[in-house]
T-cell receptor
Framework: KAGVTQTPRYLIKTRGQQVTLSCSPI?????VSWYQQTPGQGLQFLFE???????NKGNFPGRFSGRQFSNSRSEMNVSTLELGDSALYLC??????????????FGPGTRLTVL | GENVEQHPSTLSVQEGDSAVIKCTYS??????FPWYKQELGKGPQLIID?????GEKKDQRIAVTLNKTAKHFSLHITETQPEDSAVYFC??????????FGSGTRLSIRP
């Protein structure tokens, strides 16, 4: 069974640009969560999608957005990039928290560098 | 707000000795407490988890304990091996799909 895949693995952008990151969950998993990981702030929850609907959201500005497609694949978008957005962006999938399946499987992440 | 504190931030133990990492959480509604191991260049990997209706859980050399009254939970690794070297994160799940992570502990195993 293939794991969670994220593309691209590395990305370099400049301030003001926008970026789209992609996540393909494990087959059969319908819940996809996104996290930002930085040395200073650690792992912070961005948002979670289930059946194409955003079910939960962390404390990030509106420049951070996401969506989920009918095949459960998810994308996140960051607009008007700032230097502080440089981070490892992690995607995690699970069967469904509400069904009691709490275990999240993480992808390898996308390393975003903003210059 | 919701918060998970983790200590220590770094831990160095002799191979074969035990390692203990401790976390506290702020929201008494938390009901799921996973522990993740993250190796360099990889995403976090779940190593053990515990639910609020259980006080202790063990899986081979790894165990987790939960004290709901004190809002503490701990990870215990016995007979540590070089491959245990990594960054470990505790976390608490407060709502169905939102996990709050601790700040991480960098564990080093000395040969």
């Amino acid at each position: 069974k293939a794991g969670v895949t994220q593309t691209p693995r590395y990305l370099i952008k400049t301030r003001g640009q926008q970026v789209t990151l992609s996540c393909s969950p494990i087959s059969g998993h319908r819940s996809v969560s996104w996290y930002q990981q930085t040395p200073g702030q650690g792992l912070q929850f961005l948002f979670e999608y289930f059946s194409e609907t955003q079910r939960n959201k962390g404390n990030f500005p509106g420049r951070f957005s996401g969506r989920q497609f009918s095949n459960s694949r998810s994308e996140m978008n960051v607009s008007t990039l700032e230097l502080g957005d440089s981070a490892l962006y992690l995607c995690a999938s699970s069967l469904d928290f509400l069904a009691g399946a709490n275990e999240q499987f993480f992808g390898p992440g996308t390393r975003l560098t903003v210059l | 707000g919701e918060n998970v504190e983790q200590h220590p931030s770094t831990l160095s133990v002799q191979e074969g000795d035990s390692a203990v990492i401790k976390c506290t959480y702020s929201d008494s509604a938390s009901n799921y407490f996973p522990w993740y191991k993250q190796e360099l260049g990889k995403g976090p990997q779940l190593i053990i988890d515990i639910r609020s209706n259980v006080g202790e859980k063990k899986d081979q050399r790894i165990a987790v304990t939960l004290n709901k009254t004190a809002k503490h939970f701990s990870l215990h690794i016995t007979e540590t091996q070089p491959e245990d070297s990594a960054v470990y994160f505790c976390a608490a799940s407060i709502s169905a799909s939102k996990i709050i992570f601790g700040s991480g502990t960098r564990l080093s195993i000395r040969p």
